[in-house]
């Protein structure tokens, strides 16, 4: 009989095959899940056991790197499988949920279930609901929820009184999959763990930060979602914001999830509130064009052909504490960027004076400090060095550190990480209820000028660009600039710009 069961929502659809599955299946093949665990998929397409298991095993081959692919191992993971075809929209059909997991664990009152919301986000509220109604939300249970976790403020709230009403905060994971990143992680690590930047980590030492999360993909099937979401509920509200936190929070005096937790929404608590200036000219949104066989978003499936969905945003946040007053922090975000890369830039601020010769009359004045957060991921440090020979002409190198010179690259799963954090009942990495609320108190207004404004501008760019120049525009009053990666970043020595 099975001691602990998980149960997915969704688990006929895109999250489960492509994250789910594969980091259920590294965290099977690493003896990392709890003995006697079973899986209950659930989802409205019709399976039997039988055939969701070779569906789900057809599925990891492909989206599992071939050297994690032990045959043995995938059988034998499959075999936790189950599958229960019902609509998770219907109450009624929630005694069918509950006879099949009085099946799987043998238990009248089964208690040591996981949920996990991978549908679609029209049913977060419901789901809970029903759990409840079926008396399914049990002292031990866990539930999972994906993100976007509410389309706006008063939706967020909505949703967090309903969870707040079925299960104890105690017992709710909102996932932001940012955090389970080692890189993610490992902001801390190094801001925390090294004596000699957190001295300089602020406003007297720090000109501007930058923060990026690109892609080189479009929407790909996922128009029907994309369209009512845009960049900015996509990734910025959530994953963006996050790396805000991580980047400018205070230290805990101890670490663990409630004082961190405590951190990152003081962050957001301090975000200076946008004024109408900053929503006209400090954010920056772009949807992209094709042009040849490239499909712009305009042509992917289920987008309107005239949608004024944005693919692209850049814009300046400004931090209202000691730490940060007056440096600007400009993030970004874009679907069919010319790379994918995720990365922090710190700018320090320039030597008061320049008093020596530079190659080429360009001379690297500021200090810059990157987290390279994907791929390739590794920290540099740009600084200026002498060229050797006579006089004193200075340019700058670059002094890095890879993770692949650990010989141990941070592969690690984020969906990994966070499903055994859950499971062990760590809450570090997921979301509270406060700072979504504080999150989306913060962009609630851009979102509402803009339904307001319809002439607010949201400019076309070219499928492979670093998206309009008017962001490169809104930094210039800074006198700061996009730091753009190579194109291929194929090699630990790529980190140069354009
Ligand atoms: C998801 C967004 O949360 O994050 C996607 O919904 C985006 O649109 C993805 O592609 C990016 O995540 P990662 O881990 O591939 O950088």
């Known amino acids: 009989m099975n001691k602990f069961v998980m149960i997915i929502f969704g688990a006929s659809g895109d999250l489960t095959k492509r994250k789910l599955m594969p980091a259920l299946y590294t965290l099977y093949k690493d003896g990392r899940l709890p003995d006697g665990f079973a899986i209950l998929g659930i989802g409205r397409t019709e399976y039997e056991d039988d055939n ?9 081959e492909q989206f599992i790197a071939s050297k994690e692919q032990v045959e043995e191992k995938m059988t034998d993971f499959c075999r936790h499988l189950n599958y229960l075809t019902m609509n998770p929209a219907d109450v009624e059909e929630y005694g069918r949920l509950n006879d099949r997991l009085q099946e799987l664990t043998g238990e009248k009152e089964p208690d040591n279930l996981l949920f996990y919301l991978a549908t679609p986000p029209s049913l977060y ?47 709710i994971y909102r996932i932001d999959h940012f955090l389970g990143k080692e890189t993610a992680q490992n902001i801390l690590a190094f801001r925390f763990a090294n004596g000699i930047f957190e001295p300089l980590w602020n406003r007297n030492y720090v000109d501007y930060v930058e923060i990026t999360a690109v892609e080189n993909l479009g929407i790909e099937q996922r128009g029907g979602f994309y369209e009512g979401a845009g960049a900015l509920r996509d990734m910025v509200q959530n994953h963006l914001i996050q790396l805000v936190a ?68 850049a814009m300046k946040i400004g931090i209202n504490n000691w730490r940060w007053s007056g440096v600007p922090f400009y993030i970004r975000t874009g679907k069919q960027m010319p790379t994918k890369v995720t990365e922090i830039v710190i700018h320090f601020r320039e030597t008061p004076h320049q008093m020596f010769h530079c190659e080429g ?22 600084f200026g060095m002498k060229v050797p020979g006579p006089g004193f002409d200075v340019k700058q190198v670059m002094m890095d550190f890879s993770y692949s010179e650990l010989g141990r690259l941070p592969t690690g799963d984020a969906y990994a990480r966070l499903i055994e954090d859950c499971i062990q009942g760590d809450q570090t990495l997921f ?3 406060d700072a979504v609320e504080a999150s989306w108190k913060f962009f609630d207004p851009v979102l509402n000028y803009w339904k307001k404004h319809p002439e607010v501008p949201l400019y076309g760019y070219p499928i492979g660009t670093w998206g309009p120049l008017e962001s490169e525009v809104m930094m210039h009053e800074h006198d700061a600039e996009w730091t753009n990666p190579c194109k291929n970043l194929t090699n630990t020595d790529e980190y140069c710009e354009l």
Not at 52 to 60: A, G
Not at 271 to 297: C, M, S, W
């Open 361 to 382: 009359g360009h001379c690297p004045r500021a200090n810059k400090l990157i987290l390279r957060l994907q791929p390739n991921e590794g920290i540099v440090l740009k």
């Open 431 to 433: 979301t509270r209820s």
């Open 125 to 171: 509220g419901v789901i809970p609901l029903h759990l409840q109604t079926a008396h399914l939300n049990t002292p031990h249970s866990r539930i999972i929820v994906e993100k976007p976790f509410g389309y706006d403020l008063e939706s967020a709230r909505d949703l967090n009184r309903i969870y707040s009403s079925v299960f104890e905060e105690h017992q």
């Open 246 to 313: 991580l980047t400018a929070m205070e230290p805990p005096a101890i670490f663990n999830a409630d004082n961190f937790r405590n951190e990152v929404v003081k962050v957001y608590e301090s975000l200076a509130p946008l004024t109408e200036e900053d929503l006209n000219e400090h954010i920056v949104r772009g949807q992209y064009t094709g042009f040849g066989t490239k499909k712009g978003y305009r042509e992917e499936n289920n987008v309107s052909p005239d949608s004024r969905t944005e693919t692209y945003i």
């Open 52 to 60: 969701y298991r070779t569906y789900i095993l057809k599925e990891l």
